[in-house]
């Protein structure tokens, strides 16, 4: 996908305040936008086209919430980032190209997540998979039709191993189009054991 004009402005404003605040690891910031950029892109192929609200969970520097919400402005996304400095950066960013289909939570996951409602669920480089479903149970409590998506490292099939000893779900798995290693987790039907 090439940059549009939001994306390239978004892309900028990281590398300014990077300079400050460690946004992302800055071995990244040779490639930032395959690495970050693409990387997070990918998962609209993922995104059912009915989804009207997203919760990103560790929002961070906003991959992959912010820039899916630039990208989808049909579907609000609630961004969930305990960082006070990453959430000012969120708040400018959607500010400065215009974003306005977000919602920026300046706290930590498990205090909030009794208040949102979503139909997906993102989160990227946050936490293991079984970590990541106990953090969305307050959501899969009211929406049994939730659906997680969610970029996944080397590591996937053990993170998929061990949260089936915690929880009963359904996943698929796609090839990442930046990583030959990792994967796209797709994941739904989530319940306790």
Known sequence: MQPDKKTILYRDLLLKWQKTINLVSPATLQNVWERHFEDSLQLLDFIPQNV????????????????????????????????????AFLQTVSRETQCHNITVYNDRIENVMDAIEADCLTSRALASLRQIIHYAEPLWNKNPDLIMVLPK??????????????????????????????????VNNIRPL
């Open 52 to 87: 009207k609200k997203i919760c990103d969970i560790g929002s961070g520097a906003g991959f992959p919430g912010l820039l899916i919400a630039m990208q989808r402005p049909d579907i609000h996304v609630d961004l969930i980032e305990a960082d006070t400095r990453k959430c």
């Open 153 to 186: 490292g080397a590591n996937f099939q053990s993170e998929i191993d061990e949260a089936i000893k915690k929880f009963k779900f359904d996943y698929s798995l796609y090839p990442s189009k930046t990583d030959s290693k990792a994967r796209i987790l797709i």
